[in-house]
C-alpha cells in the first residue's frame, strides 16, 4: 500500500524535521528561589483528583476520587460545592478524567482520562457542560456531548486520552492509540444545535518522512516515537508533548503553524506531563529527574530513537500502571521555559517527600495547573495508602517571584503541515523498511513489519558506522517488539540491543528484555540490560515499585559570611543534587536585623552584625546558620 497522497504532499511542506534544542541563556543558570506549600483543607474523606485553576484564578475545579462527580472551590479554600452531584444526566468519567473551564468562565471541558475510544451515542469521550451565570453558579448545567469521530482513519482506533483546551477556548486537543501509532491531534471546537464537534481534526506530531524512500534519519525516527500531547502553550502557538528523541522520555515543544519542533529537556530520567507558566518565563516537568531511573535507556547519546514507540509502549505500563507503581510516581520540578539546556540544568523540586505517609504525584492537567500571576502551582498529593488515593487537601506551591503578566493567546491555528488524523500514517501503517543515512555517515536500515494492538508489531534497526558528527560511530542491532496475546498495552513486549559505539566516544549497549504488563498480580521484568559509555557504566534499571526514599528532599542552604570593608555579605547557595546555584529570595536574619539575597545570592549585612546569622527560604530547603566573630 502506498502513502497517501494528501499525507505525502503535506509531510513535504512540513518544513525543517531535525529537533532544535531550546537557545537562549543556557550559560545563565537561573537562581533557586523561595518556595512554600499552602493547603487547602477539604471535608473527611474527600479525595481531590488533578485539581486546576479556572479562568481568572479565583476557583479551583478537581475531581473526586471518594464521593465522585466534579467540584469546584475557592482558591482560598471557600465555597466548596459540586457542579454536577446530583444532576440528571451527568456524565460518568472513565479513567481518571479531564477538567478545564474555558476563559468564558461558563463552560467546562469535562473528558475521559484514559478510556476506550467511543462515539456511540450517549458515550462520548468527551462533553462540553454549559452554564447560564458562570460555573460557580450552575444550577442546571447542560451537558453536550463532543463528537470526535472525524479523527478515525483506515487505522484502528483504541484510546483517546489526555484531553487539553487551547488558551482561547477554540481548539482541543488529544492522543490516539492506533494500530499504527500514537497520534496527537488537535482540533477546533464548534459548537452545533445538540453536540460540539472537534472539527477538522490534525495529526500534529512531528514531520515523518515524505516517502519510504526518504533517507533523512531525522523524519524517520520522529515517526517511530511514542508521543502524547500535555498541553498548550499560554500563547496557543505550540503544543507541549512527550517524546522518545535518542531513547530518552523528553518533552517537546510543536508550532501549530509550521511544525518547528524543539526539544525542551534532554536529562538522562523519564520527564513527562508539562506546562509553561502563564507569563511564559517558567516551565513545569514532572519527572524522574535525580533518581536515575531509566537513565540505561539514554546513557548513550549517539543511538537514534527508532525503536522509541515500542521501548515507551513497554517500559510506561511496567512502571505506572499498578498502585506498586504509583508509589513511585513523578514529581513536580521548577525549570526556566527554555528548558534543561539540554540536560545540563536539573531543576528545583516544588515539593518535597520527607512527610511521612505523602507521595510524589503527577498532576496530568498540563497549563492549567498554573495561577494567571505565575506564582502558584497546583500540586497532585498521593497517600501511601492503599484504597486512598490522596488526602483530604488541595497542594498549593506559592512561588517567591514577582507576579508574571500572562501573555495574551493568539488565535490559535494548525497550518496545513499537519495532515488530516484520519489520513496519517504511522510507522506501523503497513510494513515496510527504510535506509536512512547520518548526517556525517553510515547508515541505519530500519524495518516495521505488523501492527500494535495485537497485530504483532515490531520495530528493528541495524547500524552501519551511523554518525551524526563524523567522530563518534554506532554500529550493531535493536529490536523491539509486541506479544500477539493480551489487551492494550498488557501485553508481553521484548527489546533486544547490541550497539557498539566507536571513535571519539566508546560505549556499548546490551540488552535482552522480557517485559510482561499482562503478568498477575504485578507486571514482570526479566533479562538484562547494561549501558556503558566513556567507561562509565548505567545505572540498572529498577524494579516495580515505591522509591520513597529516592523522592525529592529538602536541600540543606548553603550559608557563607565575606568581611567587606567594615561589614559582611552573607551568601545563600544550594544544592540541588549535584546543581549548585544561589538562592535568590532568601531571608537572611540576624538579631532584629533581616535581608533578602538579590539574584547572586548575596546579601549585605550592617556593620554592626555580631552573633549567629541564620539563613531561611522557604519549606523546599532546610535553614543554615553561621557565626560572625
Not at 25 to 42: A, K, N
Not at 238 to 258: H, K, S, Y
Not at 591 to 607: C, E, I, N, Y
Given at each position: 500500500?502506498?502513502?497517501?497522497?494528501?499525507?505525502?504532499?503535506?509531510?513535504?511542506?512540513?518544513?525543517?524535521?531535525?529537533l532544535?534544542?531550546?537557545?537562549?541563556?543556557?550559560?545563565?543558570?537561573?537562581?533557586?528561589?523561595?518556595?512554600?506549600?499552602?493547603?487547602?483543607?477539604?471535608?473527611?474523606?474527600?479525595?481531590?483528583?488533578?485539581?486546576?485553576?479556572?479562568?481568572?484564578?479565583?476557583?479551583?475545579l478537581?475531581?473526586?476520587?471518594?464521593?465522585?462527580?466534579?467540584?469546584i472551590?475557592?482558591?482560598?479554600?471557600?465555597?466548596?460545592?459540586?457542579?454536577?452531584?446530583?444532576?440528571?444526566?451527568?456524565?460518568?468519567?472513565?479513567?481518571?478524567?479531564?477538567?478545564?473551564?474555558?476563559?468564558?468562565?461558563?463552560?467546562?471541558?469535562?473528558?475521559?482520562?484514559?478510556?476506550?475510544?467511543?462515539?456511540?451515542?450517549?458515550?462520548?469521550?468527551?462533553?462540553?457542560?454549559?452554564?447560564?451565570?458562570?460555573?460557580?453558579?450552575?444550577?442546571?448545567?447542560?451537558?453536550?456531548?463532543?463528537?470526535m469521530?472525524?479523527?478515525?482513519?483506515?487505522?484502528?482506533?483504541?484510546?483517546?486520552?489526555?484531553?487539553?483546551?487551547?488558551?482561547?477556548?477554540?481548539?482541543?486537543?488529544w492522543?490516539?492509540?492506533?494500530?499504527?501509532?500514537?497520534?496527537?491531534?488537535?482540533?477546533?471546537?464548534?459548537?452545533?444545535?445538540?453536540?460540539?464537534?472537534?472539527?477538522?481534526?490534525?495529526?500534529?506530531?512531528?514531520?515523518?518522512?515524505?516517502?519510504?524512500?526518504?533517507?533523512?534519519?531525522?523524519?524517520?525516527?520522529?515517526?517511530?516515537?511514542?508521543?502524547?500531547?500535555?498541553?498548550f502553550?499560554?500563547?496557543?502557538?505550540?503544543?507541549?508533548?512527550?517524546?522518545?528523541?535518542?531513547?530518552?522520555?523528553?518533552?517537546?515543544?510543536?508550532?501549530?503553524?509550521?511544525?518547528?519542533?524543539?526539544?525542551?529537556?534532554?536529562?538522562?530520567?523519564?520527564?513527562?506531563?508539562?506546562?509553561?507558566?502563564?507569563?511564559?518565563?517558567?516551565?513545569?516537568?514532572?519527572?524522574?529527574?535525580?533518581?536515575?531511573?531509566l537513565?540505561?535507556?539514554?546513557?548513550?547519546?549517539?543511538?537514534?530513537?527508532?525503536?522509541?514507540?515500542?521501548?515507551?509502549?513497554?517500559?510506561?505500563?511496567?512502571?505506572?500502571?499498578?498502585?506498586?507503581?504509583?508509589?513511585?510516581?513523578?514529581?513536580?520540578?521548577?525549570?526556566?521555559?527554555?528548558?534543561?539546556?539540554?540536560?545540563?540544568?536539573?531543576?528545583?523540586?516544588?515539593?518535597?517527600?520527607?512527610?511521612?505517609?505523602?507521595?510524589?504525584?503527577?498532576?496530568?492537567?498540563?497549563?492549567?495547573?498554573?495561577?494567571?500571576?505565575?506564582?502558584?502551582?497546583?500540586?497532585?498529593?498521593?497517600?501511601?495508602?492503599?484504597?486512598?488515593?490522596?488526602?483530604?487537601?488541595?497542594?498549593?506551591?506559592?512561588?517567591?517571584?514577582?507576579?508574571?503578566?500572562?501573555?495574551?493567546?493568539?488565535?490559535?491555528?494548525?497550518?496545513?503541515?499537519?495532515?488530516?488524523?484520519?489520513?496519517?500514517?504511522?510507522?506501523?501503517?503497513?510494513?515496510?523498511?527504510?535506509?536512512?543515512?547520518?548526517?556525517?555517515?553510515?547508515?541505519?536500515?530500519?524495518?516495521?513489519?505488523?501492527?500494535?494492538?495485537?497485530?504483532?508489531?515490531?520495530?528493528?534497526?541495524?547500524?552501519?558506522?551511523?554518525?551524526?558528527?563524523?567522530?563518534?560511530?554506532?554500529?550493531?542491532?535493536?529490536?523491539?517488539?509486541?506479544?500477539?496475546?493480551?489487551?492494550?498495552?498488557r501485553?508481553?513486549?521484548?527489546?533486544l540491543?547490541?550497539v557498539?559505539?566507536?571513535?571519539?566516544?566508546?560505549?556499548?549497549?546490551?540488552?535482552?528484555?522480557?517485559?510482561?504488563?499482562?503478568?498477575?498480580?504485578?507486571?514482570?521484568?526479566?533479562?538484562?540490560?547494561?549501558?556503558?559509555?566513556?567507561?562509565?557504566?548505567?545505572?540498572?534499571?529498577?524494579?516495580?515499585?515505591?522509591?520513597?526514599?529516592?523522592?525529592?528532599?529538602?536541600?540543606?542552604?548553603?550559608?557563607?559570611?565575606?568581611?567587606?570593608?567594615?561589614?559582611?555579605?552573607a551568601?545563600?547557595?544550594?544544592?540541588?543534587?549535584?546543581?549548585?546555584?544561589p538562592?535568590?529570595?532568601?531571608?537572611?536574619?540576624?538579631?532584629?536585623?533581616?535581608?533578602?539575597t538579590?539574584?547572586?545570592?548575596?546579601?549585605?549585612?550592617?556593620?554592626?552584625?555580631?552573633?549567629?546569622?541564620?539563613?531561611?527560604?522557604?519549606?523546599?530547603?532546610?535553614?543554615?546558620?553561621?557565626?560572625?566573630?
Amino acid at each position: 500500500m502506498r502513502i497517501a497522497a494528501a499525507t505525502a504532499v503535506a509531510l513535504a511542506a512540513a518544513g525543517p524535521a531535525p529537533l532544535a534544542h531550546a537557545a537562549g541563556g543556557e550559560d545563565v543558570r537561573p537562581p533557586f528561589i523561595p518556595i512554600e506549600h499552602v493547603y487547602l483543607p477539604l471535608p473527611e474523606g474527600m479525595q481531590p483528583l488533578w485539581p486546576t485553576f479556572a479562568a481568572g484564578g479565583n476557583d479551583i475545579l478537581f475531581q473526586e476520587g471518594g464521593k465522585g462527580g466534579l467540584w469546584i472551590i475557592g482558591a482560598d479554600g471557600s465555597r466548596l460545592k459540586c457542579i454536577t452531584c446530583d444532576v440528571p444526566g451527568a456524565p460518568k468519567i472513565r479513567g481518571g478524567g479531564f477538567a478545564h473551564a474555558f476563559p468564558d468562565g461558563k463552560r467546562i471541558l469535562y473528558t475521559d482520562g484514559v478510556a476506550a475510544a467511543s462515539d456511540l451515542p450517549g458515550r462520548p469521550n468527551g462533553w462540553v457542560i454549559e452554564c447560564d451565570v458562570s460555573i460557580r453558579d450552575c444550577p442546571s448545567p447542560r451537558f453536550l456531548p463532543i463528537d470526535m469521530s472525524a479523527d478515525r482513519g483506515k487505522a484502528g482506533l483504541a484510546q483517546r486520552r489526555t484531553f487539553h483546551l487551547s488558551p482561547d477556548g477554540k481548539l482541543i486537543g488529544w492522543m490516539n492509540v492506533r494500530s499504527d501509532a500514537t497520534v496527537m491531534v488537535v482540533a477546533r471546537l464548534e459548537r452545533q444545535q445538540d453536540k460540539y464537534v472537534a472539527a477538522d481534526p490534525r495529526a500534529v506530531n512531528p514531520a515523518g518522512p515524505r516517502s519510504d524512500t526518504d533517507d533523512d534519519a531525522d523524519r524517520w525516527e520522529n515517526l517511530s516515537q511514542l508521543y502524547e500531547l500535555k498541553s498548550f502553550s499560554p500563547d496557543g502557538r505550540a503544543i507541549i508533548a512527550v517524546g522518545t528523541p535518542r531513547g530518552n522520555v523528553d518533552i517537546l515543544r510543536v508550532e501549530l503553524a509550521d511544525g518547528r519542533t524543539t526539544r525542551l529537556t534532554a536529562h538522562s530520567d523519564w520527564d513527562e506531563d508539562s506546562s509553561f507558566s502563564p507569563d511564559q518565563k517558567l516551565l513545569v516537568v514532572n519527572s524522574w529527574r535525580s533518581q536515575h531511573r531509566l537513565d540505561a535507556l539514554a546513557w548513550i547519546p549517539e543511538i537514534r530513537g527508532f525503536t522509541g514507540l515500542m521501548t515507551g509502549a513497554a517500559i510506561a505500563p511496567y512502571y505506572v500502571s499498578t498502585w506498586e507503581g504509583f508509589q513511585c510516581d513523578l514529581s513536580p520540578w521548577l525549570l526556566p521555559a527554555r528548558g534543561d539546556d539540554g540536560g545540563r540544568l536539573l531543576g528545583q523540586p516544588l515539593d518535597v517527600y520527607g512527610k511521612p505517609g505523602f507521595s510524589a504525584a503527577n498532576n496530568l492537567h498540563g497549563q492549567r495547573v498554573w495561577s494567571a500571576d505565575s506564582r502558584m502551582v497546583i500540586l497532585q498529593e498521593r497517600t501511601r495508602t492503599r484504597g486512598t488515593f490522596s488526602p483530604n487537601r488541595i497542594a498549593i506551591a506559592r512561588l517567591d517571584r514577582e507576579p508574571g503578566k500572562p501573555v495574551v493567546p493568539v488565535s490559535s491555528r494548525v497550518g496545513d503541515w499537519a495532515v488530516p488524523a484520519s489520513l496519517y500514517e504511522g510507522p506501523h501503517a503497513r510494513d515496510r523498511m527504510a535506509q536512512v543515512k547520518g548526517r556525517k555517515g553510515g547508515t541505519a536500515t530500519v524495518e516495521y513489519k505488523g501492527t500494535l494492538g495485537g497485530g504483532g508489531a515490531s520495530t528493528s534497526v541495524r547500524f552501519d558506522r551511523f554518525t551524526d558528527d563524523g567522530l563518534t560511530f554506532v554500529s550493531g542491532t535493536m529490536s523491539g517488539a509486541a506479544g500477539v496475546q493480551g489487551d492494550g498495552e498488557r501485553r508481553a513486549w521484548r527489546l533486544l540491543a547490541d550497539v557498539e559505539v566507536t571513535g571519539r566516544h566508546t560505549g556499548h549497549l546490551d540488552m535482552d528484555l522480557t517485559i510482561d504488563n499482562a503478568a498477575k498480580p504485578l507486571p514482570q521484568m526479566t533479562g538484562r540490560l547494561t549501558a556503558t559509555y566513556d567507561g562509565k557504566a548505567a545505572p540498572p534499571l529498577p524494579e516495580l515499585g515505591p522509591c520513597y526514599d529516592g523522592q525529592p528532599v529538602a536541600a540543606p542552604l548553603r550559608l557563607r559570611l565575606s568581611p567587606v570593608g567594615n561589614a559582611y555579605v552573607a551568601t545563600v547557595t544550594a544544592d540541588v543534587s549535584g546543581d549548585v546555584r544561589p538562592v535568590q529570595g532568601a531571608l537572611v536574619r540576624v538579631g532584629a536585623t533581616s535581608v533578602r539575597t538579590d539574584a547572586t545570592g548575596k546579601a549585605k549585612l550592617p556593620a554592626t552584625t555580631r552573633g549567629e546569622v541564620r539563613a531561611s527560604a522557604g519549606d523546599t530547603f532546610l535553614p543554615a546558620t553561621a557565626e560572625v566573630p
